[in-house]
């Protein structure tokens, strides 16, 4: 069972919430927002899910705390009155002693308000008590966990971080089943942020980064690090990969009549990528367009194919494939009625024959409700029209694609074309797949997509059957 934190973005972060009855340590430097979201969980317990819940504090007094609260619209005091919270302001000995003991202050407000959570503001003074029983400020921690836990309460403990204290991992961090860190970071010079990470959760997956948060006159309003701002006017229809997890990755799939970009380097193969992606879309009965590099042979296409069950001879008799050649290089008998050469062509001859000839037969297939899919090698566009060709009209083939419902993956190489030239590529497309070689490990990653869900870098593992590459 997940318990909601009060913030919906960390709920999404914690795939759902904390698992009930954890106790979690929520740290951050001074005025990171500890106390806000710790009583934020509190307020949106009782509010939105009928969970009571008990503030304990060992530096404020109650009523700074209802009066500093009351800038986020929050009336806890009307609350207690409802019996659904109390806030308690105690002594970090006393608090012990009374949690240690049956029948103490503690259990007697749990049982009072049927108490559902807690929180604990904060541990970082219990290190520092004087040895009543014996026992150390860590064993005191390791108590304090299991008396929450034998209650079941989902608890917040809240640790004080100062920069002089981080060159090991504490003690809570281990005995804690779950860790939360809020910080707050130099940004462009002037700017600061404040970032949320959750480094630990038992029992649950976590969505890993650093997420961006505000303090706002509602609370703490959390901004997932893979959401970013998405393409409304994108087909919500989506089309598989042929690789399983990038299909997850992806919410489904590539969205139908988007530009994909598969950015790679040199020692990066990307192959397997390709071929999968183009397999499936002629196996979905997709008619393919395609521009091969100088470096990539349509025989080497086909052998490629072949390895997914697909006979690229065949459809390109019946005509499902088109070539758009650039090399004047030979292609196998019976593909003739496939394949234009625009060897030698002038930019303006080639953008008459895309208006003319290719759209011409794709508006024919729309007719016919055929779908397109369009594999691309951006390189050959730079080396053989020029890269003031390619800025100029990348755009509009993106937009004539997107009004015939063509989606379209384009190989590019960013280092390759230079900053500018990627960067434009980048806004103008779609969605963005990274894929490149660091060390002894192949990497790909989703770093845009039209719902604005980006991953983080995975990794390329090799596999003997169909794709022949699994991400990890
Ligand atoms: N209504 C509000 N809108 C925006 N920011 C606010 C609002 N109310 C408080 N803040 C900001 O929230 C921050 C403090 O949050 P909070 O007290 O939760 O932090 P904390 O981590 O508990 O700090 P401390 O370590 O001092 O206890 C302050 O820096 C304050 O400027
Ligand atoms: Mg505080």
């Known amino acids: ?44 317990g009782i509010v939105d899910h009928g969970e009571p819940g008990i503030f304990f504090s060992f530096e404020e007094f109650p009523d700074q705390i209802y009066e500093d609260m009351k800038s986020y619209g929050w009336d806890l005091k009307d609350l207690e009155r409802k019996n659904k919270l109390r806030v308690i302001g105690i002594s970090p000995d006393i608090f012990l002693d009374q949690m240690a003991s049956k029948d103490g202050l503690f259990e007697q407000l749990v049982r009072e308000i049927d108490c559902r959570r807690i929180v604990i503001d904060s541990i970082s003074l219990l290190e520092y008590l004087p040895d009543k029983t014996g026992e150390n400020g860590r064993s005191l921690l390791y108590t304090l966990r299991n008396i929450v836990r034998k209650f079941g309460l989902t608890s917040l403990f809240i640790q004080e971080l100062s920069s002089l204290d981080r060159r090991k991992i504490p003690f809570e961090h281990f005995i804690a089943d779950g860790v939360i860190r809020l910080s707050l970071k130099e940004h462009m010079n002037i700017f600061r942020k404040r970032t949320l990470e959750v480094t630990k959760m038992r029992g649950t997956k976590i969505n890993e980064g650093e997420h961006i948060y505000q303090i706002t006159e509602k609370g703490i309003y959390l901004l997932l690090a893979s959401q970013i701002v998405t ?11 042929g690789i399983p997890e990038l299909d997850n990755l992806l919410g489904g799939g590539m969205a139908k009549g988007a530009v994909y970009m598969l950015d790679t380097n040199s020692k990066a193969n990307y192959r397997h990528i390709v071929g999968a992606i183009y397999a499936e879309r002629v196996k979905a009965g997709n008619r393919v367009l395609s521009l091969l590099s100088s470096t990539q042979t349509v025989t080497e296409l086909k052998a490629l194919i072949d390895l997914y069950g697909i006979d690229l001879d065949q459809l390109a008799r019946e005509k499902r494939l088109y070539f758009i050649e650039h090399y004047n290089r030979p292609f196998p008998a019976g593909w003739e009625g496939s394949v234009f050469h625009v060897h030698g062509m002038e930019n303006e001859d080639y953008d008459r024959f895309l208006r003319e000839k290719c759209t011409g037969l794709m508006k024919e297939c729309k007719e016919n409700h055929e779908d397109w899919f369009a594999y691309y090698d951006l390189s050959t566009i730079f080396n053989e029209r020029g890269a003031e060709y390619v800025l100029r009209s990348f755009a509009k083939e993106t937009a004539f694609a997107r009004s015939l419902g063509m989606t379209v993956l384009v190989l590019c190489n960013f280092k390759e074309v230079g900053e500018q030239a990627a960067s434009f590529l980048e806004r103008t497309s779609n969605g963005v797949f990274k894929t490149w070689v660091d060390g002894s490990y192949q990497y790909l990653q989703v770093t845009k997509s039209p719902d604005g869900q980006i991953s983080k870098p995975y990794l390329l593992e090799s596999i003997d059957q169909k794709p022949y590459i699994r991400l990890v």
């Open 1 to 44: 069972m997940k318990v909601s934190t009060g913030i919906r973005g960390l709920d999404k972060v914690l795939d759902g919430g904390i698992p009930q009855g954890s106790a979690i340590v929520l740290e951050g430097a001074p005025g990171t927002g500890k106390t806000t979201l710790a009583m934020q969980f509190l307020y949106k």
């Open 231 to 241: 393409d409304k006017y994108i087909s919500d229809q989506k089309i598989k990969t």
